[in-house]
């Protein structure tokens, strides 16, 4: 069975940045697309990026070009630079995994159980 673990969340304040990660264990990572999914409260999922096996990457349009996504094969690790935070980043972001490459944020076969960022003065 497939677990992720998400790390790097906390408490930034706006125009700040933070480096999400996310380990995987128990499947093939390396076949998998990976993304950034993120809740606010009393919101829907919503995708953050993506990125597929081959390296392709999406970016959902809440991500811009102020976050980065990547990956590292040889570590079975995803990470997201987030750059120039905002308070409506404010949210749960969770990695997930999905066999096939999907934009939609509810697509996945394994999630993990996510980081918090909120983004406040």
């Known amino acids: 069975e497939g677990q992720l673990v998400e790390s790097g969340g906390g408490l930034v304040q706006p125009g700040g940045s933070l480096r999400l990660s996310c380990r995987a264990s128990?499947?093939?990572?390396?076949?998998?697309?990976m993304k950034w999914v993120r809740q606010a409260p009393g919101k829907d999922l919503e995708i953050v990026a993506v990125?597929?096996?081959?390296?392709?990457?999406f970016y959902g349009s809440s991500a811009g070009s102020r976050f980065t996504i990547s990956r590292d094969n040889a570590n079975s690790a995803l990470h997201l630079q987030m750059n120039s935070l905002k308070p409506d980043d404010t949210a749960m972001y969770y990695c997930?995994?999905?066999?096939?490459?999907?934009?939609?944020?509810?697509?996945?076969?394994?999630r993990g159980q996510g980081t918090q960022v909120t983004v406040s003065s």
């Open positions: 997930a995994a999905d066999r096939y490459y999907s934009t939609v944020a509810s697509s996945f076969d394994y």
């Open positions: 128990g499947f093939n990572f390396n076949q998998y697309s």
């Open positions: 990125i597929n096996s081959n390296g392709y990457i």
